[in-house]
């Protein structure tokens, strides 16, 4: 299985008049883990954009577990999903390193988009079947 | 079925670097057809406060279908789901007005939490048995 | 002198954990200040750039007055800035409706960027200039 | 001369339609320098509000010299201003790593709030003018 781990302080601007990280930052944690996810195993965004596609998010969910209050630190594990079809999935878990708690699980969908039509591509790019043969996916 | 609908203007720093609207943002174009919901059916984020609970977002979804851009106008749809357990669950159509597509559909659900010990309410509190009578929910 | 004023909901998820809208979340309600003066005044950001120019923020400031809580509703006065120089400049108050206060002023600067070569210009455009002429600027 | 330096990578949603990072997450970089220095010379917000305070933001200032794109990593540099009045002012600079060129500078200047009655303290804490000796500021 692939996966990489980042941790990640929370902003105070992340926080909500509840005190605690408001629920839609966690998709920012989870941008912050796919990117880690990119660097670790050669599967960045810019690389993806040079091979031609945006690879925009067409589906995202998140579950909720537990509060992250400010001046607590997250990790983030990201776990690469494989697919037979055009598609990138990732798992995510978020765990709050202060409090050994499990925050938040979720997962995301992103597809490829030609860069000049932005019309989906339905088949796999070659050089995305090429990395997921290099990686055993 | 209760809902109500709030057409919301994009603002520029929504977008992002593809030129159309980041997707984490439909979360804040969710909490705007929460709000417009609460004020005009009597369920607001204040008034709950006030009964003594915080109703945080324990699971959201969101399914995109097309790209909103800068200078487009959108409309939130925000559709009650009943539901007999002691939560608050909404669906969204998001609809480009520009354009007439269906931008993308979601989900959420929240609990009460009781806002001095913050453990979850697991019955439905009394004013919100009250509120679904009153609507027929 | 030219301003235009327009009325903004707070959202939950621009407050942070002190219960009150994040400081940075004012530059947000100068932009749409700034819109809706564009829109006003037929000065928008797509006719700007129709004309071949980006007018990126160089230079921005905020004084806070007073904060703002969740739940009150603010309104934004734009006012235009005259200057005989290539720039667009806005100043801002931002009057807190609900409690009467004035809770921010702030500044912006804008420049004209060519959208292709991505340059200042350091002549005032055409359309700009025939702008401040029309309105007497 | 008091300062810390702190490299942020960007996020792809802290870019706008421009292709560069929106003008307004300079002050969530601010932020990120501030609680960097507070770090690493123990004058943290947590620790301020231990001893009775918020300490929010009361003036920002932003001048940008140079875009930044995604994919590029900034350095931000904090320095700490000191000041005889009841206030906490620094300065930043943003460097692009990636160009090597100066992006922004800035101010900010923070005052300090009791936490119980939310009025603003006019003398120096004891705990602040004690940090300002120990750190001879």
């Known amino acids: ?3 990489s781990e980042i941790e990640i302080d929370i902003r105070f601007s992340e926080t909500d008049a509840m005190g605690v990280v ?34 925009p998010i067409v589906k995202s969910e998140i579950d909720h577990k537990a509060p992250v209050y400010y001046g ?11 697919s037979k079809s055009a598609k990138i999935m990732f798992e995510y878990e978020v765990v709050n390193i ?3 708690e499990l925050c938040a699980i979720g997962k995301t969908m992103q597809v490829f988009l030609d860069k000049e039509s932005r019309t989906m591509e339905l088949l796999t790019p070659d050089f995305y ?9």
Chains 1, 2, 3, 4 share one sequence.
């Open 1 to 3: 299985m692939l996966f």
């Open 72 to 82: 607590q630190v997250i990790k983030v594990i990201t776990k690469y999903v494989p």
């Open 98 to 100: 202060t409090t050994g």
């Open 129 to 137: 079947r090429q990395w997921k043969e290099k990686n055993n996916q």
């Open 22 to 55: 408001w629920h839609g930052n966690y998709l920012k944690f989870f941008e912050d883990g796919r990117e880690h996810f990119g660097k670790t195993f050669n599967l960045e965004y810019l690389a993806i954009f040079d091979n031609g596609y945006f690879t």
